[in-house]
């Protein structure tokens, strides 16, 4: 059998490398599971190699059970650091196993079920996340909900509300809560999106969210380089995750996921998980203020 870490390492055409649409419909309720989908997605379980990059470090991931989370969790704990996973609570089943792989490289796991649109939560998670790792070194914002709507008609007020609550109020409590603990040569990452740059027709909340999110990131970028602090942002193109069959995109849509991109597919989490490391790791250390794209071939 091929070692599936050195397969993904092998040269080849990234078109063909992973699943490519159709995909069957899979329709779950928000926030999903990734244990549901269909084709599983790729986290880098047996496909991640790690090389010591983030040795000792102490990260703590919002969104971390499932998706792209998921995939930074599984890297930071085989490139050598401790993780802090937040997920909702309904999300035990896929936190589970992250906990398992972080706690398989001899690393410590601290799971962290909560609800981040709650102000309260924010700061007991960080308080949790330091007691638990001994601090914070690396902080990725990266949980978010994400609802379709083709009519703005649709968007209601509590759904507007939830959403930013979400994906803006949260990365705000939480980076500001996280800061006190965060030494010079610190981390933070921030999921943002390509719905930042394009954004699409059905999602003007979720996309008025990550265009905040670049905001966030630079203005907060150019102000904590004085604590030796860096903070980028990474925007992904489609990405096979739980957060589009639940919610995110219709079915016809999760269907032909990843077709409109030049690459024809979806990427695959783990295919994030390299950014992911270079972004916290001392080997990023003249990178600030930025936003790493990965799109399948539609630039930002
Ligand atoms: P995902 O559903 O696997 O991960 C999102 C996570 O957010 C969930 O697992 C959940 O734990 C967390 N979350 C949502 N609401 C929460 C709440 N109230 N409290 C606590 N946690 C909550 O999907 P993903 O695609 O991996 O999403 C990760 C990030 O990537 C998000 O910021 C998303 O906007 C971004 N993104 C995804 C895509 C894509 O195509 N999948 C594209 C661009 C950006
Ligand atoms: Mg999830």
């Not at 990234?14 to 084709?39: N, S, V, Y």
């Not at 007991?124 to 001994?134: D, I, K, N, R």
């Not at 992904?236 to 409109?260: H, I, N």
Request: glycine residues 10%.
């Amino acid at each position: 059998m091929i070692d599936p870490a050195a397969d993904r390492m092998r040269m080849q055409d990234p078109r063909t490398q992973h699943p490519m649409p159709p995909f069957p419909k899979q329709p779950q309720a928000a926030p999903g599971l990734a244990t549901k989908m269909e084709p599983q997605p790729d986290h880098g379980e047996l496909s991640y190699k790690g090389h010591g990059r983030l040795s000792g470090r102490k990260a703590l991931i919002t969104g971390a059970d499932s998706g792209i989370g998921r995939a930074a969790a599984i890297a930071y704990a085989r490139e050598g650091a401790d993780v802090a996973l937040v997920y909702l609570p309904s999300e035990e089943p896929d936190a589970k196993e992250v906990v398992k792989l972080i706690e398989a490289e001899g690393r410590k796991a601290v799971p962290l079920p909560g609800d981040i649109s709650q102000e309260s939560f924010c700061e007991t998670l960080v308080e949790q996340a330091v007691a638990g790792l001994g601090g914070i070194d690396i902080l990725v914002n990266n949980a978010a909900k994400q609802t379709t709507q083709s009519d703005i008609a649709d968007i209601t007020n509590e759904q507007f509300d939830k959403t930013l609550k979400t994906n803006l109020y949260a990365m705000f409590w939480i980076t500001k809560a996280a800061l006190r603990f965060m030494p010079p040569g610190a981390a933070i990452i921030n999921t943002s999106s390509v719905q930042a740059y394009h954004p699409s027709q059905g999602l003007v909340d979720y996309a008025t969210t990550k265009a905040g999110i670049q905001a966030f990131t630079e203005a907060l970028a150019r102000q904590v380089i004085s604590k030796g602090i860096r903070v980028n942002a990474v925007a992904p193109g489609p990405f096979w995750t739980a957060l589009q069959p639940s919610g995110g995109q219709t079915q016809e849509k999760v269907e032909k996921f990843g077709s409109s991109v030049p690459m024809g597919r979806p990427g695959q989490p783990v295919e994030l998980a390299p950014v992911y490391v270079l972004l916290a790791s001392q080997e990023g250390s003249y990178i600030s203020g930025e936003t790493y794209g990965a799109t399948g071939g539609n630039s930002l």
